[in-house]
């Protein structure tokens, strides 16, 4: 991805430094990038023409800021345009599903979520980033424990896609160069900038995306990003863990995007006065108990079914919250117990 570069000779600067320079002159001269340079920078990036000194410095500077919508969005489109072994045709998808926090608070029930969607045939595409922090239980963990399969290439996806309406894709699947940049977080000491705009890759086009975050201040930047790039239907959330996944005990603001225009839906508590604590250790095996019948906990149906009630009102399944939330109820209620039993 990177190679360390002679410097230019006669004191001119580096094509790369201008974009650090932007970032890095200081309270009062320092400026962010523009769409423009932000997209410029990140193929820069991703094409090997960047010393690695210079890109520590950008990235750094970049995450110490907050990025802004337009950096965003330019860079998602850099990075959008230097992807390669896309399937084509590209698959048909409904919904564009990012999942890069991982969980150690509660188990991963958002995976039982887009599941049941994709059982009631909703076509779900899922991609993420794992093992950038020490402690979690990522995606791909959670899908071992329920027997279902991750997808090693692109190829695959449109295979599981095909199989079950559903496909889940580790960053390195979708670029092994981005999964380099993600791993420089433990060089770096702090998150990479691609931490957030990994998150809205969208690279099958989905129309409807689900999103999100951790700290609600990317909340209205996720949103203006979306709009940026012409995406049409958005929703983002303080979700568990920095998971797309309801919390029943607190009420849930979602910020979206509806036809490309900007709203916020509130979302009631659903298990009022209970305080879920975390768990100890985290058990996988809950998850297909779960979903047979086996093993039965309200507060674990409750995140699966407000979860998916968010995504039934999200793609227009339903108009109103209410509406929404009994789709989802029904949908459990007659889901197919002996798809995943692990």
Not at 22 to 45: D, V, Y
Not at 49 to 61: H, K, M, Y
Not at 91 to 120: F, H
Not at 269 to 287: F, H, I, N, Y
């Amino acid at each position: 991805m990177t190679s360390t570069l002679v410097p230019p000779s006669g004191g001119a600067d580096h094509p790369f430094a201008p974009f650090v320079r932007a970032l890095g002159k200081g309270p009062n001269l320092s400026r962010p990038l523009t769409e423009a340079e932000a997209e410029q920078a990140f193929t820069m990036i991703l094409d090997g023409q960047v010393d690695p000194v210079q890109l520590g410095a950008f990235l750094c500077l970049l995450r110490v800021k907050t990025e802004t919508p337009a950096e965003l969005a330019g860079m998602i489109r850099g990075i959008r345009s230097r992807l390669v072994n896309l399937p084509s045709p590209r698959p048909v998808v409904d919904l564009d599903w990012a999942s890069w926090a991982g969980k150690a608070r509660q188990e991963p029930w958002y995976v039982l979520a887009a599941l049941l969607l994709a059982a009631n045939g909703v076509r779900v595409f899922m991609h993420g980033a794992e093992g950038h922090t020490a402690g979690r239980t990522y995606t791909s963990q959670a899908l071992a424990a329920l027997g279902v399969p991750v997808s090693r290439t692109l190829g695959h996806v449109c295979a599981d896609l095909a199989a079950r309406n559903f496909a889940y894709a580790p960053l390195p699947v979708i670029d092994s160069r981005l999964d380099a940049l993600m791993a420089l977080r433990s060089l770096l000491g702090v998150r990479s900038p691609l931490h957030t705009a990994g998150r809205a890759l969208n690279i099958f086009s989905a129309p409807h995306q689900l999103l999100s975050v951790s700290h609600p201040p990317y909340l209205p930047v996720h949103r203006e990003t979306a709009r940026l790039l012409g995406q049409p239907s958005l929703a983002v959330f303080k979700g568990e863990g920095g998971e797309a996944e309801r919390r029943p005990t607190k009420p849930c603001v979602v910020h979206g995007l509806e036809n490309g225009r900007e709203i916020e839906t509130e979302w009631p508590v659903l298990l009022p006065g209970v305080v879920q604590a975390k768990e100890e250790s985290l058990d996988l095996t809950r998850l297909p108990a779960l979903w047979s019948g086996g093993w039965e906990n309200d507060y674990a149906q409750l995140s699966v079914t407000g979860t998916v009630a968010i995504v039934i009102k999200l793609i227009g399944r339903a108009e109103t919250v209410a509406a929404a939330q009994d789709m989802a109820d029904l949908w459990w209620k007659n889901r197919d117990k002996s798809l995943y039993k692990g």
